[in-house]
Nanobody, 124 residues
Framework: QVQLVESGGGLVQAGGSLRLSCTAS????????MGWFRRAPGKEREFVAA????????YYADSMKGRFTISRDNAKNTVYLQMNSLKPEDTAVYYC?????????????????WGQGTQVTVSS
């Protein structure tokens, strides 16, 4: 079982930036495709971004392209999400996920490895 611990959420004004971090307990971290999802109030959880095992390939939901950047440091077992130009509609709980796979045009969490979530609130 992979333990994922997120940090970095908080309250920010529209147009501001936040950087989320997620550290995994597993030494096999570097073998996982990692990613971020979010759940806004009253909505279903949605895909945000994913990154390949070596960090060379990144994937984003259309609404995040150009504003969010996912990266990873395998030596630290950590994945990051840099969020710029934040909007009130980005307000959500953000979840780190491990061992993602792309199936039938959507990202799935293969073994249901999730962090506890971190709240991001963007004020207008």
């Amino acid at each position: 079982q992979v333990q994922l611990v997120e940090s970095g959420g908080g309250l920010v004004q529209a147009g501001g930036s936040l950087r989320l971090s997620c550290t995994a307990s597993e030494r096999t971290f570097s073998s996982y495709v990692m990613g971020w999802f979010r759940r806004a109030p009253g909505k279903e959880r949605e895909f945000v971004a994913a990154i390949s095992q070596g960090g060379m390939l990144t994937y984003y939901a259309d609404s995040m392209k150009g504003r969010f950047t996912i990266s990873r440091d395998n030596a630290k077992n950590t994945v990051y999400l840099q969020m710029n130009s934040l909007k009130p509609e980005d307000t959500a709980v953000y979840y780190c996920a491990a061992d993602l796979v792309f199936v039938s045009d959507r990202w799935l969490n293969r073994n249901d490895y999730w962090g506890q979530g971190t709240q991001v609130t963007v004020s207008s």
